[in-house]
């Protein structure tokens, strides 16, 4: 699950990570009430404005400005609010931008030199450990710093059950050249990363850029935070961070119901339960001529209203010209998935598509009963090869 910004620099300020302060806006007139708050505490004369959606370049789209005064962060905040931000990350359909971060200027002149720095914690799954992966080079794509200078790029392998050792962030202060005041809040600001990354659950920490001011504190300037979906049940305080505003409506239906899908570019509708044979499923679809349109599970515990719920979903796509439902019943019964099918058809009315049903196992029998007795009109199979033949078949 991905969180914005300034809920995941929230996370990192209660774990003791110094960060850039700020307050989240929704409006012109918050956004001109938090820089005068920010110019009382903080002393800020200039005030970054950062769009908050979840993705990145955000900078290099225009979400993210330098505002030179309290006036100045209101009219921008006014630009940044309601647009449409197409990044790298949002693909060409971009992301309307809702919220805004007013943030203080952390780029004042001083006594030493401003730095940069990436810095990342997330698994290694080559090797089953947490690893920091950091870089001199920050403020930029670290994509790009991968691609021209690999050798810049440093990693450090966490071992589990032990977590980061003094030795380890010393080294990771060590390589990014840190001396003095600005090494020992280095090791502090490791530590807090780290503990918030396990705390969290998380999947991904990455800040970029990871700020060393010219007074030589180490200040996180972006957060960037995905935790893991699986671990959300014993997280509820994080599991309410959720923004379904920045996700696909259908996603975010799809999960009401318990339902694993994504969409696809295809043109005929899958509904299986299981991963595997969802899988098998969509290689057959594209065997006999067709592609497939969604990846749809509806698990072991499927019943008439997710397979409701999972036609309806299906049917929203209008490059979709045929559904076809593949349910094998170990866990979950055919008979159930077919009284399913029979009340969506009820409940939707007339669907203008042609429909497969395959179901074999538990209960087969009875469902077959169910769908030859609903007077439905829907294709019945057997076996896979009876399927793909009546996927060509519909589709010619």
């Known amino acids: 699950m991905n969180i914005h910004e300034f809920q995941g620099k929230a996370l990192l300020k209660s774990y003791n990570v110094d960060i850039q302060e700020g307050f989240v806006a929704e409006t012109p007139d918050q956004a001109i009430m938090v820089a005068k708050q920010l110019k009382e505490k903080f002393g800020s004369e200039y005030f970054v404005i950062k769009a908050q959606i979840h993705a990145g370049g955000r900078g290099k789209a225009g979400g993210v ?14 630009q940044i609010l309601g647009m449409q931000l197409v990044t790298p990350q949002t693909g060409p359909e971009g992301k309307k931008v809702n919220k805004v971060l007013i943030a203080q200027d952390v780029y004042y002149k001083g006594e030493y030199q401003i730095e940069e720095f990436y810095i990342s914690l997330l698994l290694n ?28 790029i440093y990693t450090e392998d966490i071992a589990p059950g032990i977590g980061l050792q003094p030795f380890q962030a010393r080294n990771i202060a060590f390589k990014l050249k840190l001396t003095g005041t600005a090494f020992k ?21 990455e800040i970029n850029p990871v700020l060393k001011t010219s ?14 979906d699986n671990a959300l049940f014993r997280q509820p305080e994080l599991a309410g961070m959720r923004d379904t505003n ?3 409506p259908i996603d975010v239906e799809a999960g009401s119901y ?25 290689d057959i679809i594209k065997l006999s001529g067709g592609s497939p349109a969604n990846f749809l599970d509806v698990g072991g515990g499927a019943n008439p209203k997710t397979v409701e719920a999972g ?14 439902i593949n349910i094998f019943g170990g866990i979950v019964r055919c008979d159930r998935v077919a009284t399913g099918v029979v009340e969506a058809y009820k409940s939707i009315g007339e669907i203008k598509v042609p429909v497969i049903v395959r179901l074999q196992g538990t209960n087969a029998g009875e469902a077959k009963t169910i769908i ?16 793909a033949e009546l996927v060509t078949k519909v589709l010619s």
């Open 215 to 228: 007074d030589n504190r180490i200040l996180a300037v972006d957060c960037k935070l995905v935790l893991d």
């Open 185 to 205: 809040n280095m090791l502090k600001f490791l530590s807090g990363l780290y503990e918030t990354f396990i705390a969290c659950d998380a999947q991904l920490l």
């Open 311 to 324: 036609f309806r979903i299906i049917l929203k796509d209008p490059a979709v010209k045929a559904i076809l």
């Open 258 to 282: 318990n339902l694993n899908f994504v969409k696809l570019d295809g043109n005929v509708g899958c509904m299986v339960n299981g991963a595997g044979l969802a899988m098998a499923t969509m």
């Open 372 to 387: 030859d007795n609903s007077g439905l009109e829907v294709f019945s199979a057997t076996t896979f090869r009876e399927a």
């Open 65 to 78: 400005k330098l505002a030179k005064s309290v006036e100045d962060a209101g009219k921008i905040a006014s």
């Open 125 to 152: 799954r080559n090797t089953g450990r947490n690893i920091f992966m950091y870089s001199t080079e920050g403020g930029m794509s670290i994509e790009e710093v991968a691609e021209k200078t690999p050798e810049l």
């Open 246 to 248: 920045e996700e696909d």
